[in-house]
């Protein structure tokens, strides 16, 4: 159970007076200290407040100051996509809690442009300079900021659409983009049950009310996709899960995007079972009330709720979920696909996490380089599959470190 000192006090979650604890400490602008560490100075952390509740989050940076068993311990934000908008597209302000956005996608109707072509996808990821956030690398925060992509085996069979949804929201709290709470244009489907429907349905109209002040207006949709087109008398529909009551309108041109560039992600989504798509889009509705997808983003999950990128990334998520590993799923964020990023990252191997690189065959020197270079300049350790030729090498032993010994 992790400890923290609150001025000359220790205490831990366990607390039956937890929350009046942080609540104190909030007022007093304490910053506790982490005691995950055994000797070295030990990282602070700062009391926020998120959505009703009191809870304690990292300073910026310093989750790689944390030992890798701490629940605030983070990898170098380098090894994934996070390094290149950090402080740039993503700007967290300590004095007002606040972490502002700053994003390359529209939230109102502006000029027309080619139907369907929304500015996440690849080729315009690879021309983005990391000082605003594509509409994949937003989605790659919040899964982040959420601790969705952090996996322990407590967690086997916690993790559902009602915690995936609870998280996603608390991590786009104290969120501002474009002069405005995020959580004012964020909807995320509610997980529905027949026995609650009117009054889901009723949030719902509510969630979505912003949509109904114009026709212009557009509200950023986290969802999962049940089907991506199914034939409708005038172009195409998709249906999400969770919403039985209302199917996105998708014009022809826009579906033939969708295929043209997530055809990867949805050859993985029919191919492996158990997996989940997970989309990311912008959406309109018209004067008649019918809903409109405007731009949109797939993601590939597995049953953890854990994205991946091919079949190799799903056969070393199974590996790791099958042995009970501890770890960090790595996010790509804005960076493009042929740019080295570590698939994840162990928190089990003793004083030191190690690096996981799962390497797409033709970019072996490129990942070489990244290796080379993490060996020099951290005291990290790194696990390689050349997946080329090469069968997935034994995992990297599990081992208690220092900081984890009674």
């Known amino acids: 159970m992790p400890k923290y000192l609150f001025g000359n006090h220790v205490y831990s979650p366990e607390h039956e007076s937890w929350q009046r604890i942080l609540q104190k400490g909030y007022a007093a602008k304490l910053r506790p200290i982490c005691q995950c560490l055994v000797q070295g100075e030990r990282p602070a952390l700062y009391i926020a407040l998120a959505r009703g509740q009191y809870l304690l989050k990292r300073l910026p940076y310093s989750g790689p100051l944390h030992a890798p068993h701490c629940e605030h311990y983070e990898p170098p934000p380098e090894l994934s996509g996070l390094g290149q908008v950090n402080g740039s597209a993503i700007r967290e302000e300590l ?27 690849e080729h315009e990821s690879v021309r983005s300079d990391g000082t605003k956030l594509t509409m994949r690398g937003l989605l790659h925060f919040l899964m982040d900021e959420a601790g969705l992509t952090r996996w322990t085996p407590a967690m086997t069979g916690r993790r559902s659409w009602w915690i995936v949804r609870r ?37 719902q109209r509510e969630a979505l009310s912003r ?77 008649q009330g019918l809903y409109s997808l405007e731009s949109a983003c797939l993601m590939n999950v597995n049953d953890q709720w854990l994205p991946f990128e091919s079949m190799f990334e799903w056969e070393l998520m199974a590996k790791l979920h099958t042995n009970q590993r501890r770890f960090t799923r790595g996010l790509r964020y804005n960076l493009p696909s042929d740019k ?64 984890e010994r009674p």
Request: overall charge negative; charged content about 25%; proline content about 4%.
């Open 167 to 203: 998280e996603l929201l608390n991590a786009a709290s104290s969120k501002t983009t474009k002069g405005q709470a995020l959580l004012d244009v964020l909807f995320i489907p509610e997980s529905f049950s027949t026995e609650r429907a009117d009054e889901i349905r009723n949030r």
């Open 340 to 403: 080295p990023l570590a698939c994840a990252v162990l928190q089990d191997t003793g004083d030191q996490s190690t690096a996981m690189f799962v390497v797409p065959q033709g970019l072996e020197g490129e990942y070489d380089k990244v290796m080379d270079e993490l060996s020099t300049q951290s005291n990290m350790q790194a696990w390689q599959w050349s997946t080329a030729n090469d069968p997935m090498p034994d995992l990297p032993q599990r081992m208690v470190g220092q900081h």
């Open 211 to 287: 949509l109904a002040e114009s026709t212009s207006a557009r509200m950023v949709m986290i969802a999962e996709v049940k089907q991506l087109a199914e034939e409708a008398r005038f172009g195409k529909s998709m249906v999400i899960k969770h919403m039985p009551d209302i199917k996105l309108m998708v014009t022809d041109d826009m579906h033939k995007h969708l295929l043209k560039r997530f055809g990867h992600q949805l050859q993985l989504w029919g191919q492996l079972e158990g997996s989940k798509l997970m989309m990311i889009a912008t959406i309109s509705r018209s004067a």
């Open 95 to 121: 004095e007002t809690q606040t972490t502002t956005l700053a994003l390359d996608f529209a939230l109102t109707k502006g000029r027309s442009r080619q139907p369907g072509a929304a500015p996440e996808v």
